[in-house]
């Protein structure tokens, strides 16, 4: 008996791998790395059907031309690092179909693991039609995301040296952080260059008070009074250079996004249908050009009228997921690229675990950083969020919230139309309609009817 079993298995398994159809006839499979790429093609197409090239532009030339010459058209990659970037521009400069794939997704079995098994794996998932290539957004948008990556890096070195300033004045005992919301504001950086410069008089510091700054002259002047020591003062003007230099260096940035922009075929035109204003606060970090009316030019709609959305997370969002929303079939696929929807563990038709996967991309930071400030907000999504979060806590409420802003940009740019806010009072009507609703059939159900209690 448990031979025939054995043969009936083999049997099984031989049916199924006859039922793999080779789709991708001229496909290829890379195994990157920092040094070296090994490289598998179809059989009877060279003497070698596996190569390996150095990682060196010319090589990678070479390994090009030896694709060309054996036929392929399609290859496959694994995403490691940042070593697959120059192999895939060249690829695609040259006229080739590039997948790049998930790591997770081309695992091998267990068992002995070399570069060359590597390659020839992933050369034979890619021939089955068995790999899905990551998203990779247009040239444009690859370009302008380089761009506001590298502006995001200068305002965290920024940050390092704002924290340095602190340190610096609370050594010398000069509180100017309990007085002063931001010391990188107006009047703190006055007051802090000119201690720089030698003037140490509280007094003379507290007339750079500004007139909206809450803390009166008199408080200011207390805060001002410390012990200026000659070592502390070198630490603080070092800080308050290299503060200076990153400042700088955000401008050449901001110079080059807004060059991007223009280099985009607008989809709207906000000069002869010019941006109402709004009143959201224009934050610290914002570039000195109009950012709103390009990224209106570039998507064609404005996506800051969304609740939680301001310019600056709106170009962190474009910059990922780019404008064309069709690389995406619904919202729903769009979400659960965003990791901003659970997934499920199935077995014997039950759901044994449910949770919403880890992840680094950037969009999804965005959508949940717009996500936590509506908590406040007369807003529908305001509403929607206090109400999921007395329920189910902030955490879980983030990525709903997050959920909803997303679908909601995804409608907008797929279809270019502009958002209209309800209010939270709408939200909480028609909330309380679909709760009455919901009761009345359950009461049908049980063949009672709802009464409304009388005045």
């Not at 049997?11 to 920092?34: R, S, Y």
């Not at 570039?298 to 997921?321: A, K, P």
């Amino acid at each position: 008996m448990a031979r025939k079993k054995k043969t009936s298995r083999k049997k099984k398994k031989v049916v199924q791998m006859e039922a793999l159809k080779q789709i991708n006839f001229n496909a290829a499979g890379l195994d990157i790395g920092a040094a070296e790429i090994w490289v598998a093609i179809p059989e009877g197409r060279d003497k070698q059907t596996v190569r390996k090239f150095d990682t060196f532009t010319v090589e990678l030339h070479t390994l090009v031309d030896w694709l060309i010459e054996c036929n392929i058209d399609t290859v496959a990659m694994e995403s490691t690092g940042v070593y697959w970037i120059p192999v895939f521009e060249i690829l695609e400069e040259r006229g080739l179909e590039v997948l790049l794939v998930n790591a997770r997704h081309i695992k091998n079995v267990t068992g002995r693991k070399t570069d060359v098994l590597d390659c020839q794996w992933i050369q034979q998932l890619h021939t089955y039609g068995l790999l899905r290539g990551s998203f990779r957004p247009s040239a444009e948008i690859v370009v302008l995301r380089a761009y506001i990556r590298q502006r995001n890096n200068l305002l965290r070195y920024r940050a390092a040296h704002t924290q340095h300033m602190q340190k610096a004045l609370h050594l010398m005992n000069i509180q100017l952080t309990n007085v002063l919301s931001d010391i990188t504001g107006l009047t703190g950086m006055l007051i802090i260059r000119d201690i720089i410069a030698g003037i140490h008089n509280p007094v003379l510091l507290a007339q750079h008070r500004d007139p909206r700054c809450h803390s009166a002259k008199d408080e200011i002047a207390k805060a001002l009074t410390g012990n200026y020591r000659q070592e502390h003062l070198f630490a603080l003007q070092q800080a308050v250079e290299l503060y200076d230099f990153y400042t700088k260096q955000i401008e050449h940035c901001d110079t080059e996004i807004e060059e991007m922009y223009s280099n985009f075929t607008p989809k709207a035109d906000s000069i002869a249908n010019p941006l109402p204003p709004v009143k959201k606060k224009k934050r610290k970090n914002n570039p000195d050009f109009d950012l709103r009316s390009k990224l209106y030019q570039t998507c064609g709609v404005d996506l800051t009228h969304v609740d939680g959305l301001d310019s600056i997370l709106v170009q962190n969002i474009i910059s990922e997921i780019g404008v064309d929303m069709s690389k995406w079939e619904t919202s729903k696929h769009f979400a659960s690229w965003l990791r901003l929807c659970p997934y499920n563990d199935i077995s014997g038709g039950k759901v044994l675990k449910s949770r919403t996967g880890k992840t680094t991309n950037r969009a999804n930071l965005a959508f949940r950083l717009a996500a936590r400030s509506t908590g406040r907000s007369d807003s529908a999504i305001g509403a929607f969020y206090r109400r999921i979060k007395a329920r189910h806590g902030a955490a879980k409420a983030i990525t709903a919230t997050a959920h909803k802003i997303a679908r909601i940009v995804y409608h907008m740019l797929k279809y270019q139309e502009e958002y209209r806010d309800a209010g939270a009072e709408a939200y909480e009507i028609q909330y309380q309609a679909r709760i009455l609703k919901n009761l009345q059939r359950k009461a049908k159900k049980l063949g009672m009817v709802l009464t409304p209690l009388t005045a």
